[in-house]
């Protein structure tokens, strides 16, 4: 493994059931929500009154790099994004309240910056840790650029208890804004294993039938008969929705071109699903691309509606891997598809 998540808060509701920390993708720890504009598209996640949340992922060893963007409307001494191991906070960056930042272990400061963030302003922040008690280091990059105060190749002491194994980052403050997140571990290959520099992620949803009919449509539409209309909303519905009990059976659908160019590190498919009895179900993502169907890896369905993500770091190319492209991504096809 090497990319692990990447998130623009663009396919959540404002208001609702489907704000951010109640659809299994973050734990929500107290108050959040999606603002609009964001810094790429049209949402941003939302801090106010000492917002934590945080994104349970595999146990991805001892080391790690969180990118983040984030506009800050106030200096209020809160942390801003941490490596967690469940609830030990071993990492984290923090905006003091004159406007520096810094890098904490725990409860122990670790480092102060010269450099002051602005209010009222997107900026790019990266922090990579390594959490050992002997051999640690850490690293923070500001608009790409290293911040000298606050890297240190080691060794130095980075981890808060535990075993050093993180297993979640966790984002916090007291009122502001996030955005394009991105969060690799230091394994696999370059350059996936390192800071990528700043990133933007765009959302793409599906398109209806009217506009391009995908080539599965073995789901049965509820609401409309349009497949693609029925799961194209920002805003979650699910008073239109595809489903099936019939295993085998798969949706997939067409998606407009991207507007950014650049570098494609890697897709993330975003299911919204849910079952309607408490039996075993499990179901899959599945890319088409090169005209052929590459199948995620099976996920258990909730009684009520979650988020299933799975990151694609290359092109399945039918069976051969590739770097993705602009050109891959506009004739992709993506959908789910009933397992058990």
């Known amino acids: 493994m090497s990319l692990l998540f990447i998130e623009g808060f663009d396919h959540y509701g404002t208001t609702g059931p489907h704000t951010v920390g109640y659809q299994g993708k973050w734990v929500s720890g107290s108050t959040s929500g999606v603002s609009n504009p964001g810094r790429t598209g ?16 595999a ?133 996936r294993n390192n800071f990528l520099g700043p990133c933007k992620v765009e959302t793409l949803f599906p398109q209806t039938d009217a506009v391009a009919v995908g080539t599965h449509q073995g789901l049965t539409p509820v609401g409309t008969a349009d497949h693609g209309n029925n799961v194209d909303e920002q805003n979650p519905s699910t008073a239109d929705y595809n489903y099936s009990a019939t295993v085998g059976v798969k949706d997939t659908y067409n998606f407009p071109s991207l507007s950014l160019s650049g570098t494609i590190y890697g897709i993330q498919t975003n299911l919204l699903v849910s079952k309607s009895d408490s039996a075993n179900r499990q179901v899959c993502a599945v890319v088409r691309t090169a005209g052929i169907d590459a199948d995620g890896a099976n996920v258990s369905p909730l009684t009520t509606y979650s988020y299933m993500s799975e990151i694609r770091q290359l092109d399945p190319n039918a069976g051969s891997p590739i770097e993705w492209t602009s050109g891959a991504v506009a004739g992709m096809e993506a959908g789910m598809k009933i397992t058990i």
Not at 42 to 57: A, E, Q, W, Y
Not at 66 to 84: E, H, K, N, P, W
Not at 98 to 104: A, E, I, L
């Open 42 to 57: 049209p949402g941003c996640l939302r801090f106010s009154v000492d917002t934590i949340v945080s994104k349970p992922l």
């Open 59 to 191: 146990v991805v060893g001892n080391g790690g790099v969180i990118g983040v963007a984030i506009y800050l409307t106030s200096y209020q001494g809160y942390d801003v994004c941490a490596f967690r191991e469940n609830t030990i906070t071993h990492m984290s960056i923090r905006i003091e309240g004159d406007g520096r930042f810094s890098v904490w272990r725990g409860s122990t400061q670790l480092a102060v910056s010269t450099k002051l963030l602005a209010q009222n302003s997107w900026y790019y922040l990266e922090f990579k840790a390594v959490i050992d008690d002997v051999t640690g280091s850490y690293e923070v990059r500001v608009d790409g650029v290293p911040e000298a105060t606050l890297t240190t190749p080691g060794p130095v002491d980075t981890r808060n208890g535990g075993t050093g194994q993180w297993d979640r980052i966790a984002l916090s403050y007291y009122t502001g804004f996030m955005d394009d997140i991105y969060v690799v571990d230091l394994n696999g290959a370059p350059p």
